[in-house]
């Protein structure tokens, strides 16, 4: 996850920056760099690898001003070099800038058919060129930086320095967090709050679509339909993790919302827009000889599992065997020549995994593992590591881990399919394309979190809930069940939905609502099939589908959430929020302990 910091005041902001950069080092990043405004000019340092390089760097060659921006880059578009490294310069802009443009390769033709010329592989570099433009028009500096936000799209923060303009610095959030502190006579931006806290007491939260102008005076924001907006100045002295929160209730609630970012950041370390290919590392073994694959987990990263089972079998051809990590030694499982452990987790501790996985690499068999945290012990003993870069979780109930273990695991039956020569160039463009998508679509969901939450208000007095699907929609119906019980503490199971008339059919009767997720793949008609079946017995059925679904099965339910049509091999990640969503507003309405539900800890580390 990239971080983002800036400040517009009255001492030197280079010190100020790399103390605030130090502080959002744990989101992991591959180079630095500032700018700042010196006698109206604009001098940048940047710097591979650690900000003990940018230090020394600034060291040597000192960058003074009060005004500036500075940025850690993980990277997505362009390797990771000094040229590729942020702030980006152009027609008197720097900017920095966190998440995906989606439209950068338009926007970038665009730009060069009327003579700019780029300097570097990213796709940040569009935004100072398209400021650029607009001044060249005649637009004021923030007419133009309004203008050039708003043809824009994906999910991002920026933070825009313009020379000649000692008392400005411009911010946007879309889908990336951002926030603003307050001092005296002075003003502070950051992706991350963590990044504020020494400097400041008083911050503002930017929301969906915001456009902020700062001085040293304070700022005035335009909201996403250019009207003058206030934002609330929380006064606050809490401890750094508290901060954290945002303006967010809670962690769980502010680590959905994060999802759009952190999606965007984990794909981007897979998915080249540019080429539309999966590009993975270097991995122990070979994808043509590998005969198997065991999939082994526990809790939510063993549905993540499921999800991954059905896209390997499906693209790459690929037999996967899916395993509780818990049951895994234990049932004696016979290994076969040429046969990967795939072991996924958010922490990286989980015992029963990292017995699993100890137990497979002691019969000889390579341990390939899907892990958030590169220091953990999983991450130290696989042979090989894709990270998720889902960023500090904090919430017991896993979200925003899930969702970029998902789209990990998308990436790996992309790359593998593409190695055993089962996927062709346009087929592999066209997931490539609607994995890019995926966090302007997962915006779209979050936008409806309101009429979720009308769902929750009927749904947390049911004492029995029911979550069905197919396919890989099966998967997110047991992730579903799982949120709403562990924090809602309502009981809830998930089948796949044709097992309905095998048994749990009898459950079914006014009284129990029925979570369908359904989203228009091959086997939407199946599925439909059951949800009749569900009417007929007088179960109340909540539709999760998008517009043709629900125009063809809404008469039907009790509630709908239409959701935005994706590519069927996305849907299990798109799905993934309104279940999340669903939970999290049930519990809330409960009065349970959310972030820390009962009984349950973050990390598993005992069998």
């Known amino acids: 996850m990239c971080g983002i910091v800036g400040v517009i005041g009255r001492r030197p902001a280079a010190p100020l920056l790399l103390d605030a950069l130090r502080r959002l080092e744990y989101r992991g990043y591959d180079s630095a760099g500032m700018a700042t405004l010196v006698e109206g000019r604009i001098e940048r340092r940047r710097a591979q690898g650690k900000l003990d390089r940018l230090a020394e760097r600034l060291a040597s060659e000192p960058l003074p001003g009060t005004t500036g921006i500075g940025h850690t880059r993980w990277a997505t578009h362009g390797v990771p070099n000094e040229t590729n490294a942020h702030p980006h310069l152009s027609e008197g802009v720097a900017v920095v800038h966190n998440g995906i443009i989606e439209n950068f390769q338009e926007l970038r033709a665009e730009l060069v058919a009327r003579g700019h010329h780029f300097a570097t592989q990213t796709d940040t570099e ?359 019980k562990e924090i809602s503490y309502i009981h809830a199971e998930a089948y796949a939905a044709g097992e309905l008339k095998h048994g749990p059919i009898a459950l079914i009767d006014e009284h129990v609502p029925v979570i369908v997720v359904a989203p228009r793949d091959h086997l939407f008609e199946k599925t439909a099939s059951n949800l009749q079946e569900v009417v007929a017995r007088g179960g109340k059925v909540v539709l999760l589908s998008d517009a043709a679904g629900v125009a063809e099965l809404g008469d039907y339910a009790w509630k709908t959430v239409t959701l935005p049509e994706v590519d069927p091999f996305v849907a299990p990640i798109l799905y993934a929020v309104p279940v999340q969503l669903l939970a999290y507003h049930t519990a809330v309405l409960k009065g349970t302990d959310v972030d820390q539900p009962r009984n349950l800890a973050k990390s598993v580390t005992v069998e």
């Not at 569009?126 to 994906?154: Q, S, T």
């Not at 303009?165 to 991350?192: H, N, Q, T, W």
């Not at 997110?476 to 709403?484: Q, R, S, V, Y």
């Open 126 to 484: 569009v935004v100072p060129h398209l400021i650029g433009a607009g001044l060249a028009r005649g637009l004021d500096p923030k007419e133009a930086a309004v203008a050039a936000v708003r043809r824009l799209k994906g999910a991002f923060a920026l933070a825009m320095l313009f020379e000649g303009c000692d008392d400005l610095l411009i911010v946007a959030r879309k889908g990336s967090p951002l926030a603003i502190g307050y001092g005296e006579g002075e003003m502070f931006v950051g992706s991350d709050a963590l990044a504020l806290a020494p400097l400041t007491e008083r911050i503002q939260y930017l929301e969906e679509g915001d456009v902020a102008f700062l001085s040293r005076r304070g700022a005035m924001i335009l909201d996403a339909e250019g009207n003058e907006a206030e934002r609330p100045i929380r006064q606050t002295a809490l401890s750094g993790a508290l901060i954290g929160k945002g303006n967010h209730r809670h962690f769980m609630e502010k680590e959905i919302f994060e999802q759009p970012a952190v999606l965007g950041d984990t794909l981007r370390s897979f998915a080249d827009p540019a080429t539309h290919r999966i590009t993975l590392p270097e991995l122990p073994f070979d994808f043509q000889a590998v005969s198997r694959v065991a999939a082994v987990a526990c809790g939510t990263a063993s549905y993540a599992c499921l999800v991954g089972k059905y896209w390997l079998e499906s693209l790459a051809g690929l037999p996967v065997d899916w395993d509780i990590a818990s049951e895994f030694r234990y049932r004696a499982s016979p290994l076969v020549p040429g046969q990967v452990g795939l072991f996924v987790s958010q922490s990286g501790e989980t015992a029963d995994t990292l017995a699993a996985m100890r137990h497979l690499r002691g019969e000889g068999c390579p341990a390939l593992a899907v892990v958030n945290v590169p220091e953990s012990t999983l991450a130290r003993e696989a042979d090989a590591t894709l990270r998720t870069l889902a960023g500090p979780e904090i919430g017991v109930a896993s979200t925003k881990a899930f969702t970029t273990q998902l789209a990990t695991l998308a990436c790996l039956a992309v790359g593998a399919a593409r190695a055993r020569g089962r996927l062709d160039p346009e087929r592999e463009a066209a997931l490539t394309k609607a994995l890019d998508e995926l966090p302007a679509r997962i915006l779209q969901v979050l936008e409806k979190d309101q009429e979720i939450r009308a769902i929750a208000a009927e749904l947390m007095a049911a004492r029995d809930v029911l979550y069905v699907g197919r396919g890989t929609s099966y998967a997110i119906a047991l992730e579903g069940a799982l949120k709403l």
